[in-house]
């Protein structure tokens, strides 16, 4: 070595080649390492088979095997792995407000599961909007109509189909009293609940017609009888002690009023509580439909129910109401001897100053 080179030693480039061979090496590695991101997200996007690779790669890289488990579950199978997926259980509510409560207790997450909150209905039908306004959505709010009858008790059927599906339908048999008012008694034991039932009462007369009686053309009348149970409660809502089965909602005199709410269904001015469903005449008719109850062809109306003789008899049910002896279907209310009184009132029908009676024992007119 001359002493130029010596004296020069430290001029010579000994090192630099090193630091660029360092330099190419870690430019090798990232280039790789990009490499391989770029392949991990082309398995991600492109096969179940490389998203389960690539889970577990990442994952197992991490020391986490439960994590590295997890990872390749794709819940809804809509080839996007849970964790990066906006909703695991495809029921249009998104995860992160379903988030990992337990709302049901059946171990399963809220957003994995179809049913958050175990009433039958699936989330995705109930969706995150809130019917009754009690500040919890549908979704998890075990009655979403808030009418005091469970989701579960209700079920998404359509009763009335009016469009509402009963757990969300204030009136769930369209009868137009509301479920809350209903409820799931069942008074008939029919096997129906009140809600659902279109004749709580078993009367043979439904509710719609029961609840929606306007009595006399007056405000809407829901007990009629005013002793507490409203009609279509009641088995006897008229007050005249002649059950609602029986009566039915004819309307026998045609006022305008059926039967089952008309305290004098034949018009003849006594009540269907006086008259009863006895039957005087035989004539399969009975008194309180009964134009003629006593079949002496002497109109009730005319008779009434007083009681001329005092024989403990009302005259519409006598046969002879003056106790002449002569029966009322052979005096007739005509009245022969123009004193405004009928024959079958008059004690003397031909004013002759004998009375009817007599004439009868003697047998003279």
């Not at 090193?18 to 770029?38: E, M, N």
């Not at 909007?129 to 579960?152: C, R, V």
């Not at 017609?209 to 006897?236: C, H, I, Q, S, W």
């Not at 035989?282 to 009730?300: G, T, V």
């Amino acid at each position: 070595m001359s002493s130029f080179q010596r004296d020069n030693l430290h001029l010579l480039p000994t090192t630099a080649p090193r630091a660029r061979r360092d330099t190419s090496l870690a430019k090798a590695f990232f280039a790789g390492a990009a490499v391989g991101l770029c392949l991990v997200v082309l398995f991600q996007f492109t096969s179940p088979v490389g998203m389960n690779f690539a889970g577990r790669s990442m994952n197992l890289a991490a020391g986490d095997d439960e994590g590295a488990a997890a990872a390749g579950v794709d819940s809804n199978k809509d080839d996007v792995w849970d964790m990066w997926d906006g909703d695991s259980d495809e029921d249009g509510i998104s995860d992160t407000i379903e988030s990992h409560r337990d709302s049901d207790g059946d171990e399963t997450p809220d957003y994995l599961d179809d049913d958050s909150d175990g009433d039958g209905i699936t989330d995705k039908t109930e969706q995150e909007k809130d019917t009754d306004l009690d500040g919890k959505a549908d979704y998890l709010d075990l009655d979403s109509d808030g009418d005091e009858i469970t989701d579960a008790e209700e079920t998404d059927a359509d009763l009335d189909e009016d469009g509402d599906a009963n757990y969300l339908d204030a009136d769930s048999d369209a009868d137009t009293i509301v479920d809350r008012v209903e409820t799931i008694a069942d008074p008939d034991e029919d096997g129906t609940p009140n809600y659902l039932d279109d004749d709580d009462d078993g009367d043979g007369t439904t509710d719609l017609e029961e609840a929606a009686f306007n009595y006399k053309a007056g405000p809407l009348k829901t007990d009629v009888d005013r002793d507490g149970t409203p009609n279509y409660l009641d088995l006897e809502s008229d007050g005249d002690e002649i059950l609602d089965a029986t009566e039915t909602n004819k309307d026998t005199d045609n006022d305008g009023t059926a039967d089952l709410y008309d305290v004098d269904s034949d018009a003849d001015h006594i009540s269907d509580k006086v008259e009863g469903e006895e039957d005087t005449d035989a004539d399969e008719i009975p008194n309180y439909l009964d134009d003629d109850s006593d079949a002496d062809e002497i109109k009730d109306v005319y008779e009434g129910g007083g009681d001329q003789d005092h024989d403990n008899i009302p005259d519409y049910l006598d046969d002879d109401t003056d106790n002449d002896g002569v029966s009322d279907l052979g005096e007739t209310d005509a009245d022969n001897d123009h004193d405004q009184i009928a024959n079958y009132r008059d004690s003397d029908s031909d004013g002759d100053g004998i009375t009817d009676k007599l004439e009868a024992v003697s047998g003279k007119e």
